[in-house]
């Protein structure tokens, strides 16, 4: 199984180069290929703020993204919750926790 960051999901999404050869080859290569719930909060969060565009609502660009690519979803739970406030400081960003945290559950 692979866990994609918000970041690789819209590069993925949209063809970019920052996605490099080898991370497309290992999606294209994995068994399963998911996001956390919270990459769907933070891409609203984002395109609200102005800070992303997106060609439709998030909601909808997300479907159709996650369709696309057969990406599922797992959703956050208590565990992964308390997990992400546990980790090391390393990484401040809250999303950046969360998905820590579902990636090692």
């Known amino acids: 199984m692979m866990l994609l960051d ?4 819209l590069w993925l999404a ?6 490099i050869r080898e991370a497309r080859e290992q999606i294209g290569a ?26 439709a609502l998030p909601a909808e660009w997300l479907k159709v993204v996650l369709d696309h690519h057969r990406i599922g979803v797992i959703p956050l739970d208590l565990p ?12 401040r960003d809250p999303y950046d926790r969360l998905i ?5 559950s």
Request: aromatic fraction near 4%; include cysteine; charge should be positive.
């Open 100 to 104: 820590i945290a579902t990636a090692r």
């Open 30 to 55: 994995a068994v399963s290929v998911h996001i956390s719930a919270v990459t769907g909060f933070e891409i609203g969060v984002k395109y609200r703020a102005g800070k992303l565009v997106l060609p």
């Open 14 to 19: 949209d063809g970019s180069d920052r996605l």
């Open 6 to 9: 918000s970041c690789a999901l």
């Open 80 to 91: 992964i919750c308390v997990t992400a406030t546990e980790l090391p400081m390393l990484h």
